[in-house]
């Protein structure tokens, strides 16, 4: 079974450039969120989509936004990018938006995003 | 709000012995944790989960943790380690009625032959 999977592995951008990152979930789940890893630190929460809508949003500029198509698949879109921006984004699947046993997160490999 | 804190940021041990990875908690609620792992170039693996059943938490790879709730502790251990435990270890908290993982700054283990 395929788990998550982004697109694409690896991107260089520059400062003030536009990026847009790609999640598909597991097949049959229906909630993605995004998280950011910053090198040296945990992954810190951006956002969570589920059944299309936003459910919930980090600590994040508005740079930051995401979508959420209707076969689930997922995009992360930063804005006038920053150095700072240099990150591993990790996408993770839900089989629903709740909170019930066995509705745990799966991850993807990420996508590690370098801006010069 | 939801936090974690990892208290060693790195973890050298020699194959075969035991294996103590130190977390503690901070909670307005009854949380839910979780260890997860992270390999080079690697997603994120759920290696064990607590959610108010057992204390103690018996997960993938000879990995258990024990949730202690007077200490605000939840810390990894495995009795034998073994070379392919080299990674980065993530201890992260939920709160119960939530949807956002809260993931402490991770600690990276070494394991020498």
């Known amino acids: 079974d395929a788990g998550v999977t982004q697109s694409p592995t690896h991107l260089i951008k520059t400062r003030g450039q536009h990026v847009t990152l790609r999640c598909s979930p597991i097949?049959?789940?229906?909630?993605v969120s995004w998280y950011q890893q910053v090198l040296g630190q945990g992954p810190q929460f951006i956002f969570q989509y589920y059944e299309k809508e936003e459910r919930g949003r980090g600590n994040f500029p508005d740079r930051f936004s995401a979508r959420q198509f209707p076969n689930y698949s997922s995009e992360l879109n930063v804005n006038a990018l920053l150095l700072g921006d240099s990150a591993l984004y990790l996408c993770?699947?839900?089989?629903?938006?709740?909170?019930?046993?066995?509705?745990?997160?799966?991850f993807g490999p990420g996508t590690r995003l370098t801006v010069l | 709000a939801q936090s974690v804190t990892q208290l060693d940021s790195h973890v050298s041990v020699s194959e075969g012995t035991p294996v103590l990875l130190r977390c503690n908690y901070s909670s307005s609620y009854s949380p839910s944790l979780f260890w997860y792992v992270q390999h080079p170039n690697k997603g994120l693996q759920l290696l064990l989960k607590y959610t108010s059943a057992a204390t103690l938490v018996k997960g993938i790879n000879g990995f258990e943790a024990e949730f202690k709730k007077s200490e605000t502790s939840f810390h990894l251990t495995k009795p034998s380690a073994h070379m392919s435990d080299a990674a980065e270890y993530f201890c992260?908290?939920?709160?119960?009625?939530?949807?956002?993982?809260?993931f402490g700054a991770g600690t990276t283990v070494t394991v020498r032959a």
């Open positions: 992260v908290v939920r709160k119960v009625d939530d949807y956002k993982l809260s």
């Open positions: 993770a699947s839900r089989l629903t938006g709740g909170h019930r046993e066995g509705n745990e997160q799966f």
């Open positions: 097949s049959g789940h229906k909630s």
